[in-house]
């Protein structure tokens, strides 16, 4: 190693000027194979304050659990039009909402499937460098034996699964609480 | 089955900690839970691949995305994405944002006393060149103030932001200018406790990029976690170590 990875630093509260062009809440055209979902949550604060200036990444396999890049070398196929990426700005009331399928499962480090999950980095103002983060889906029995699951204490793996609505079959709630009580688990990556 | 490694983790004090009570916004933001380390997986080391024709060739000269010329100083901006070792980073997206020459957003949020130019946006893509190269066209922006302390101004900046080869090596930063008298008292430059680790975010003045009666050339160089050197164990369900 020669070289130090360069310094984070925030992506400020004006981030719309350069990401706004890659603004993307729908991530699965018609026709893409999978169970359509919709997950809509908030941001919030230490004082469970709306973060209206913050903006999430999704990033997630398709419903084969094949991701569309080329160091996934699993003989699975990658499917024409659905390449995983997502990127969605929060609203005044700190709202955000995506459309997509719900991923296939892919291999974790201990020789077992993963549970489905979507891979989530979070910005805001404030914020020196990102967050990462995992949604997870409700009633997915192998949630049980997923290896980053089991990672996290089991009192807080509850902020990674994303939650149904009732009588809204096909939608899902899911919060990211940056601070204090009910906190979301935050990966190191 | 993957053998493909996963990537390094950072050096200790070489990235900003999530609270850092001098810049206020943090205060409240910050995660306290300590974070999860998980081990890299297929999430991890995979990113979104952006083609060519995602990339408006003109969207990496900022002077030119208007009728007419932006105000203020003509400047070029360009460097190598590398990663730890050296190594290239080639065909990585690099989205820019910034102020205008008078310090002002192009942002319904930036309340600053200071004139728009209809003739600047403040947004510049570009996709690394198989060197890892890239290069944008800008003006020069303004340093403003903000509301984080009594008359605080941020320094000169450019915002930058980078994909990679992976999920794990997302990068968003700043970049800064050489001899800017504010970036000693700036919170937001001075969250990273290592030295010299921060002023790396400092561009360096070049004259092998300066073009002769028209613009000044200031070089960000921008390095991205490594791999790691032993592949990561990721098999499927049922096969042999």
Redesign the interface.
């Known amino acids: 190693m020669s070289l130090q990875a360069t310094t984070w630093q925030t992506v400020g509260p004006f981030f719309r000027i350069g990401f706004s062009w890659l603004y993307r809440d729908n991530l699965a055209r018609p026709g893409v194979l999978g169970e359509r979902v919709e997950i809509a949550g908030r941001i919030l604060d230490g004082d469970d304050k709306p973060v209206p200036d913050g903006i999430i990444e999704i990033w997630q396999a398709n419903s084969q659990g094949k991701y569309a890049h080329p160091d996934d070398l699993q003989g699975k196929p990658t499917e024409p039009g659905f390449t995983g990426y997502g990127r969605v700005p929060t609203d005044d009331a700190g709202r955000f909402r995506f459309a997509t399928i719900k991923p296939g499962r892919v291999p974790g480090p201990d020789g077992k499937l993963q549970a489905p999950h979507l891979a989530i980095s979070v910005f805001t103002r404030g914020l020196l460098r990102r967050l990462v983060t995992r949604i997870y889906f409700p009633d997915e029995p192998s949630n049980a034996e997923d290896f980053a699951l089991n990672l996290v204490e089991p009192a807080r793996r509850a902020t990674l699964i994303a939650k149904k609505i009732a009588g809204r079959t096909g939608e899902l709630e899911w919060e990211i609480k940056l601070q204090g009580e009910r906190e979301t688990v935050f990966f190191d990556v | 089955?993957?053998?493909?490694p996963g990537y390094?983790?950072?050096?200790p004090a070489?990235?900003?900690?999530?609270l850092?009570p001098t810049?206020v916004?943090?205060?409240?933001?910050?995660?306290?839970?300590p974070?999860?380390?998980?081990?890299?997986?297929?999430?991890?080391?995979?990113?979104?691949?952006f083609e060519r024709d995602t990339v408006d060739v003109k969207a990496c000269d900022l002077t030119q995305q208007h009728s007419g010329e932006p105000l203020g100083e003509r400047i070029i901006v360009s460097g190598r994405v590398?990663?730890?070792?050296?190594r290239p980073v080639a065909h990585t997206l690099i989205?820019?944002?910034?102020?205008n020459a008078a310090g002002r957003?192009?942002?319904s949020?930036?309340q600053h006393n200071a004139p728009l130019d209809p003739n600047f946006?403040?947004?510049?893509?570009a996709l690394t060149d198989p060197e890892g190269r890239y290069r944008f066209v800008t003006i020069r922006p303004g340093e403003y103030p903000w509301g984080n302390h009594h008359n605080a101004w941020r320094p000169a900046h450019i915002?930058f932001?980078l994909f990679g080869?992976?999920?794990?090596t997302?990068?968003?930063?700043?970049m800064y200018f050489p001899g800017d008298p504010l970036i000693p008292f700036d919170p937001?430059?001075n969250?990273?406790e290592?030295e010299k680790?921060?002023n790396?975010?400092i561009s360096v003045f070049d004259w092998e990029t300066t073009i002769p009666s028209e613009a000044l050339g200031f070089r960000f160089d921008?390095?991205?976690?490594?791999r790691e050197s032993t592949p990561?164990?990721?098999?499927?369900?049922g096969?042999k170590?």
């Open positions: 089955m993957n053998k493909i390094r983790r950072y050096q070489t990235q900003p900690n999530h850092h810049y916004s943090s205060l409240k933001r910050a995660p306290l839970q974070m999860v380390y998980l081990p890299h997986t297929l999430s991890e080391i995979t990113v979104p691949m590398l990663d730890e070792d050296s989205e820019i944002w910034q102020a957003y192009l942002h949020n930036d946006t403040g947004c510049g893509l915002h932001s080869p992976a999920f794990a997302r990068l968003v930063t700043q937001i430059f969250c990273t290592d680790a921060r790396r975010l921008i390095v991205l976690s490594g990561m164990e990721t098999h499927t369900h096969e170590r």
